[in-house]
């Protein structure tokens, strides 16, 4: 399974973008890039999946370059609500189990 | 919007007792997942189910660990003899497809004295 490596916090304010990078070396032909986020005491909370190049959503936007060793998780206009972990994880999910890395911690201040 | 439940939301139990989490994945899915997460770290893999049997386990996933679909809606785990360090909140996913997200429950937290 690719290893994962990403910031082990970052801090923002309200209504700034934030922009989380993750780096995957050796990230597979078959693999997707996933990301999630998890809130104290609950569980994790799918954001956005890709492939390659840019995908978005209505809470996101995932941009991945052509070598698929990174990717870069964009949160436009943070809110208080969204400081929470944010966790990259890269593989085949279904029969290969996905790896959570230890997350980035992100709080948004007013 | 359908959504994995897991019972019992808290369980405590005495060090050496038997505890069974259950799990309601969402209907259609057809991979099922039990993570842990320990206070204040990281979410852990334990196993992953397809067609009624294990995929993939974990180190952590030891003899004293099983699963077990008993009906085709539950997805229960099983620790056979609780450990203080057993202690954690664990959860519940099931995804539809092979590159599917996952979805989580709420948790189970166990506390082992």
């Known amino acids: 399974l690719a290893k994962t490596t990403q910031p082990i916090s970052m801090d923002s304010y309200e209504g700034q973008e934030v922009n989380i990078t993750c780096s995957h070396n050796?990230?597979?032909?078959?693999?997707?890039i996933t990301w999630y986020q998890q809130f104290p005491s609950q569980g994790p909370r799918f954001i956005i999946q890709?492939?390659?190049t840019k995908v978005t959503n209505e809470v996101a936007s995932l941009f991945i370059p052509a070598d698929r060793k990174s990717s870069t998780l964009s949160l436009p206009r943070v809110s208080l609500s969204d400081t929470a972990v944010y966790y990259c994880?890269?593989?085949?999910?279904?029969?290969?189990?996905?790896?959570f890395g230890s997350g980035t911690r992100l709080q948004v201040q007013p | 919007e359908p959504e994995v439940t897991q019972t019992p939301s808290h369980q405590v139990t005495q060090m050496g007792q038997e505890v069974i989490l259950r799990c309601v994945p969402i209907s259609n899915h057809l991979y099922f997942y039990w993570y842990r997460q320990i206070l204040g770290q990281k979410v852990e893999f334990l196993v992953s189910?397809?067609?009624?049997?294990?995929?993939?386990k974990s180190e952590i996933f030891d003899d004293q660990f099983s699963v077990e679909r008993p009906d085709g809606s539950n997805f229960t785990l099983k620790i056979r003899s609780t450990k203080l360090e057993d202690s954690a909140m664990y959860f519940c996913?099931?995804?539809?497809?092979?590159?599917?997200?996952?979805?989580f429950g709420e948790g189970s937290r166990l506390t082992v004295l």
């Open positions: 890709g492939y390659k």
């Open positions: 050796n990230i597979a032909t078959n693999d997707y």
């Open positions: 994880l890269v593989g085949d999910t279904g029969r290969r189990a996905l790896t």
């Open positions: 996913a099931s995804s539809d497809y092979s590159t599917g997200e996952l979805f």
């Open positions: 189910f397809y067609n009624n049997e294990i995929s993939e």
